[in-house]
């Protein structure tokens, strides 16, 4: 084995990727003993029906998240889509926000399009809005497979169309840019979200995205049967987002896209991880296109772990990263 530098194009920071004589990424250091501790400690969710896993899904985000850290206030509010609907998210405001231009943080949990909701959310958006002293938007979109690809992108849109524009003022914020993230499958809607309204994106931040619907980097070889998240978990989430639509939609394939002119973007990724190739790819692309920003790689952790803050402390440390 030897050691190498990776650059991602012009996204500024190297990061140490070992690699074997085949030339693939290997993760070096062992996962983090507190995971390894939270792993054993897992159930086995396989007979469960789709309800009964999301409100695990949910029980666990805030078993797992600590104490929600306080907030100068939390509001549940509406946002109208264009074809009449609604989407419902939840408004974060930290306590020492900026007198004059604060920033808004749009962010799409993670969840594999199929789990999630805005109170399993809730601790990492406080968390978020406290340490980048902006008002964070929680995204409540609409979950496959009862709303396919692609309605969960134009939640997205919707939300960041009215933050940018008629929302500003019910968040107390100024007309302007805001920032898109999200974690995961919430990465993904994130990152088509920021290429559909580039315009209105001042940058993309993006923890351990899933962009790729084939399945096929190296990293999902290495993973494959976890730690904490499985490729065959992650093709049937796959399956439920795109429905209908073929692998190789380039719509449903954000790595296919047209990158020009894409916000700027902060991707963090876990070295074990089936979807660490998938930032990892998406930042080369990123900066084949000229496009700027920051990578990082977390090499003791494992999938999920932003929502993990009473566990493991680089949860607390990707936040303020991502501030």
């Known amino acids: 084995m030897s050691a190498r530098d ?108 199929v789990l999630g ?39 997205a849109l919707a939300v960041v169309r009215w933050a940018a524009g008629p929302g500003a003022a019910s968040l107390g914020t100024a007309p302007g840019k805001v920032r898109l993230g999200g974690d995961s499958s919430g990465g993904q809607i994130a990152a088509a979200g920021a290429l559909g309204a580039r315009e209105l994106v001042a940058e993309q931040l993006l923890v351990y995205p899933a962009l790729d619907p084939a399945l096929a980097s190296e990293s999902y070889a ?30 449903l394939d954000v790595l296919a896209g047209d990158l020009t002119g894409a916000p700027p973007a902060r991707i963090a990724v876990a070295a074990h991880d089936p979807l660490r190739d998938d930032g990892l790819r998406y930042a080369e692309l990123l900066g084949a296109a000229g496009v700027g920003g920051q990578t990082r790689v977390f090499d003791t952790m494992t999938h999920g772990f932003l929502r993990w803050g009473a566990v493991v402390s680089q949860a607390q440390d990707l936040i303020d990263w991502l501030a």
């Open 222 to 251: 290495e993973f494959a049967d976890g730690p904490m998240l499985t490729r065959a978990a992650m093709r049937t989430f796959w399956n439920h987002y795109r429905a209908e639509r073929p692998i190789d939609d380039p719509e």
């Open 6 to 113: 990776q650059t991602t194009g012009d996204l500024g920071r190297a990061v140490a990727v070992w690699v074997d004589d085949g030339g693939r990424a290997q993760a070096t250091a062992p996962v983090d003993p507190a995971i390894v501790a939270l792993l054993a400690a897992q159930g086995d969710e396989a007979d469960l029906t789709l309800a009964e896993q999301r409100a695990a899904y949910v029980e666990t985000a805030i078993a797992l998240g600590g104490d929600p850290i306080p907030v100068a206030s939390v509001q549940d509010m509406r946002v109208p889509r264009p074809d009449g609907g609604e989407v419902a998210v939840r408004v974060h405001r930290p306590i020492d926000a900026p007198d004059a231009d604060t920033a808004v943080l749009v962010w799409c949990h993670g969840g594999g399009w």
């Open 117 to 155: 909701d805005l109170d399993g959310f809730d601790r990492v958006a406080r968390r978020l809005a406290t340490a980048g002293r902006c008002v964070c938007v929680s995204v409540d979109y609409r979950l496959a497979p009862e709303h396919p690809f692609p309605a969960a992108i134009e939640d």
